[in-house]
């Protein structure tokens, strides 16, 4: 019976080695791995997904704005939960968010679209248009709420395809936009196979831009100058055989200041269609021109190809002046000019 009892515990004694030594071994792993990750600091395009499996902590945010802000929010929250490598999203949408969700096919199962967790440690961000690194070194087995806008491509450049699939448009939107541009190349006689023009989309914000507390909180429409500067600017870097597709939500004044130039450039002005109509209509363009303001930012990610962008995005001197740091905000390789 001795020896029974003696072989019985060696057998346990082993059993409970080999358990402890795969223990550290999964430790060393995983933690070697989210090491990597930090170390990267969100800079490195990957696939979603293609790490070890992620831990429970919850990461959350409340999104606000308008369709361009929203975007920002669920893009930026998205990229530090990889970074971080949390499994759980919540997304409170009560003071926003049903743009986002009615325009795009959004298929993150880890997203829940819910209110922020009561128990959520929250954290505000440093600059709304800034890449706040603290942002990115949370522990992954907590509950953290992120306060603020995120208007920064660092917070997801690591998973860009990935926003770019979840940014597809639902198929009402595009079917409209797809027609819309049909219709542009009809004007123009553009629909034979051997043409083969280029297409610029052109985003002009104004709107609410235009009112007295926008401005003095900072917010810059720019001019008709910077628009003719960078339309010349693409005559030269694609040639004359262009079209401009316009939009806005000011489009009475841009067809005012600028039909007066369709007998020297080819333009077509999009309008009376839903914010998320225009933003795939530009998707569809091969290069950008923008003003400011994150939707324009948006249609420029979307369509790739060149972007022409405003240098200044807000009033010298003023609050949101101080919130921005262009590096963090300007998309590598688009060309900025004043």
Not at 81 to 90: P, R
Not at 137 to 143: A, L, T, V
Not at 249 to 267: A, H, P
Not at 288 to 306: C, D, R
Request: overall charge positive.
């Amino acid at each position: 019976m001795a020896r029974i009892c003696s072989s019985k515990r060696k057998t346990l004694c082993l059993g409970v080695l080999v358990l402890s030594i795969l223990q550290m071994l999964v430790y060393f792993i995983s933690t070697r791995h989210i090491g990597n990750v930090h170390m990267q600091s969100g800079i490195q395009s990957t696939r979603y997904g293609d790490h070890l499996p992620m831990r429970n902590g919850t990461l959350s945010i409340a999104i606000y704005g308008r369709l361009g802000n929203q975007m920002f929010g669920y893009a930026s929250i998205l990229g530090l939960a990889y970074t971080m490598n949390l499994s759980n999203i919540v997304i409170d949408h009560l003071d926003g968010g049903d743009d986002l969700l009615s325009s795009f096919q959004l298929s993150n199962k880890m997203v829940s679209f819910c209110p922020i967790p009561l128990n959520a440690k929250h954290v505000d961000e440093m600059r709304c248009c800034a890449f706040d690194e603290r942002l990115t070194m949370f522990s992954n087995k907590e509950d953290i709420n992120v306060i603020g806008y995120l208007l920064s491509w660092k917070y997801f450049y690591n998973i860009d395809k990935h926003i770019r699939k979840e940014f597809t448009f639902v198929t009402s939107i595009l079917s409209k936009a797809k027609q819309i541009k049909l219709d542009i190349a009809s004007m123009f006689n553009d629909t034979s196979i051997f043409k083969n023009r280029t297409y610029i989309g052109v985003h002009i914000r104004r709107g609410d831009f235009l009112l007295e507390s926008k401005i003095k909180f900072g917010h810059y429409p720019v001019s008709k100058d910077y628009i003719i500067h960078a339309i010349q600017l693409c005559t030269k870097m694609f040639g004359e055989d262009i079209i401009f597709v316009f939009c806005s939500d000011g489009i009475k004044w841009v067809k005012r200041n600028f039909s007066i130039f369709t007998n020297k450039w080819k333009m077509a002005f999009v309008e009376d269609n839903p914010a998320a109509v225009d933003m795939a209509v530009l998707s569809l363009c091969d290069h950008t021109i923008v003003t400011t303001g994150s939707f324009g930012w948006w249609a420029a990610w979307l369509a790739g190809g060149k972007t022409i962008i405003s240098k200044q995005k807000a009033i010298n001197g003023s609050y949101l002046s101080s919130q921005f740091a262009y590096p963090d905000y300007f998309y590598p390789d688009w060309i900025i000019i004043e």
